[in-house]
């Protein structure tokens, strides 16, 4: 038999961090002050499903002052598009399902409530027909 040293111990190897312990904040200042090269970035609205970024707070322009307010859609334009949808024998869900936006959408932009959206508008106007109230306040939003 092979002679053996009982107060000796062999490790094979040794486990490192886990994921979560070598992400925490003690973790990186412990390498930092180490010496060792750490990279960190904030990744912007991961693990969400945002498509569409939003620039402005929406809720906090519309309790601002007049300066900061966004434009809406005229009562006027809201008229014609109603008009419009019922000239064709449209409701506001068939318009809405015809242009491949909610019905809710088409709400909004008959009450007077919507932001306007020029592709939106350019939609409505090729499903309910040539409408120069439509046409006019495009072409001033985009002027």
């Not at 569409?52 to 809720?59: D, F, G, V, Y």
């Not at 932009?109 to 508008?121: C, D, F, K, W």
């Amino acid at each position: 038999m092979a002679e053996s040293d009982w107060d000796t111990v062999t490790v094979l190897r040794k486990k490192g961090p886990t994921a979560a312990q070598a992400k925490s904040k003690q973790a990186i200042l412990a390498a930092q002050r180490r010496g060792e090269d750490v990279e960190t970035s904030k990744k912007w609205a991961a693990g969400q499903n945002k498509q569409h970024s939003i620039t402005k707070n929406t809720a906090k322009l519309d309790r601002e002052t007049e300066e900061l307010h966004h434009d809406r859609v005229t009562l006027e334009v809201g008229k014609v598009i109603q008009q419009g949808r019922q000239g064709k024998g449209l409701t506001q869900k068939d318009l809405a399902t015809k242009i491949n936006e909610k019905p809710q959408v088409i709400a909004d932009y008959e009450s007077g409530r919507a932001i306007p959206n020029n592709q939106v508008l350019g939609k409505i106007e090729r499903a309910i027909g040539e409408c120069p109230a439509i046409l006019q306040w495009v072409s001033a939003a985009t002027a």
